[in-house]
């Protein structure tokens, strides 16, 4: 049974940091991609990073060069540093494990940025 598990949300002001974890079970994490979602109050849910088998990253434009995805394998784990945080990054983040039986969600961690 897939699992996900985001912690490392909170409030912050803005310019500050936080890194989200997810910690995965239930499949093969090594073995596939992993992205990174959020989803703002009254908005539609957006890919903000995705990591592949082999590390490549992948990011939209508008947090590009303040966050980093990462995986650690050996943990069943992947990460999203988020620096110089913004107020319109405020959301729900989740992570996300795409497969072709369907997308699978963690419940979500609440980032709050100040201005």
């Known amino acids: 049974q897939v699992q996900l598990v985001e912690s490392g949300g909170g409030s912050v002001q803005a310019g500050g940091s936080l890194r989200l974890s997810c910690a995965a079970s239930?499949?093969?994490?090594?073995?596939?991609?992993m992205g990174w979602y959020r989803q703002a109050p009254g908005k539609q849910r957006e890919l903000v990073a995705t990591?592949?088998?082999?590390?490549?990253?992948n990011y939209v434009d508008s947090v590009k060069g303040r966050f980093t995805i990462s995986r650690d394998n050996a943990k069943n784990t992947v990460f999203l540093q988020m620096n110089s945080l913004k107020p319109e990054d405020t959301a729900v983040y989740y992570c996300?494990?795409?497969?072709?039986?369907?997308?699978?969600w963690g419940k979500g961690t609440l980032v709050t940025v100040s201005s």
């Open positions: 990591v592949t088998i082999g590390g490549s990253t």
């Open positions: 996300n494990l795409h497969r072709s039986d369907g997308d699978y």
């Open positions: 239930g499949f093969i994490f090594r073995s596939n991609v």
